[in-house]
């Protein structure tokens, strides 16, 4: 696992935008999974700015969903396929074409599932999963003590989880579904770089289990320590708990750049 520290949330998601430019210039059908909530809003409009200046051609790009809520219709501005339509899709000049996720509205959720990690391994696998982390330490919607090893699935969200996405739906937690549609920890660690990008004090305990604790399903985050190709990027106020991150910012300061992110 490679540990960044930005300065800030900006330089954040453009590290991370150069990454995925990069991706899309080696392979520039890539197939790209996404996150949604504000953290990864930075991400989505620095890589929107290089496809706009001609810097990158994202032309052939694909983009696939991490989860969905369960019952909203399709077309709701807060079902994620929407928020994900406004925020990459479009930005990035692509059509929904382009774009594969869950069927939140399936009368057979659990088909649904399992019909979407068909899909992701049917396209090829994920090239590159942006990643957000929950407060919990959860990543998707894989809540603490969600099985290292599961799948595309229903999850039950924990209240905790239902208040800080309350937000999103004028603050009314009762608007907030109860259940999601998520790609599970094991179908996640399958995608052939995993980039987890967090932002603010708040998430600082989270990051800190995640890259220096134990592997824990209490800490779904911690999973990532198992992967060939983690990368977590964080800002000086997420990293505020890491003992070792001194060693980190040594680390990436005399990373050879051949080695990208």
Not at 38 to 64: F, H, N
Not at 188 to 215: M, N, S
Not at 240 to 245: D, E, F, G, T, V
Request: glycine content about 8%; some cysteine; hydrophobic content about 45%.
């Amino acid at each position: 696992m490679e540990v960044v520290i930005v300065p800030d949330a900006t330089a954040g998601g453009e590290l991370i935008a150069d990454a995925i430019a990069a991706l899309l210039r080696r392979k520039p059908d890539a197939l790209l999974g996404v996150a949604t909530g504000s953290t990864p809003l930075p991400v989505y409009e620095a890589l929107a700015t290089q496809v706009r200046s001609g810097a990158v051609d994202a032309s052939r790009a694909r983009i696939c969903q991490l989860d969905e809520y369960v019952g909203l219709p399709a077309d709701h501005p807060e079902s994620y396929r929407s928020v994900v339509l406004r925020q990459v899709v479009e930005p990035l000049g692509l059509t929904e074409g382009a774009f594969m996720g869950p069927d939140g509205t399936a009368e057979d959720v659990q088909a649904a599932c399992e019909a979407y990690d068909r899909a992701l391994a049917e396209a090829g696998g994920v090239d590159l999963q942006l990643l957000g982390i929950g407060t919990d330490g959860h990543i998707g919607f894989n809540e603490p003590c969600s099985s290292l090893a599961s799948r595309t699935r229903i999850k039950t969200l924990t209240e905790q989880t239902r208040v800080d996405n309350a937000r999103f739906f004028e603050g009314d937690i009762d608007q907030v579904p109860h259940h999601v549609i998520t790609q599970g920890i094991g179908t996640i660690l399958e995608a052939r770089h995993l980039v987890l990008l967090a932002t603010g004090a708040g998430k600082a305990d989270a990051v800190a289990q995640t890259v220096e604790g134990p592997v824990s399903a209490l800490v779904p985050a911690s999973a990532l320590q198992l992967h060939p190709h983690a990368t977590v990027v964080v800002d000086e106020a997420a990293a505020s708990k890491l003992k070792l991150a001194d060693y980190f910012r040594h680390t990436y300061a005399n990373k050879p750049a051949w080695q990208g992110l």
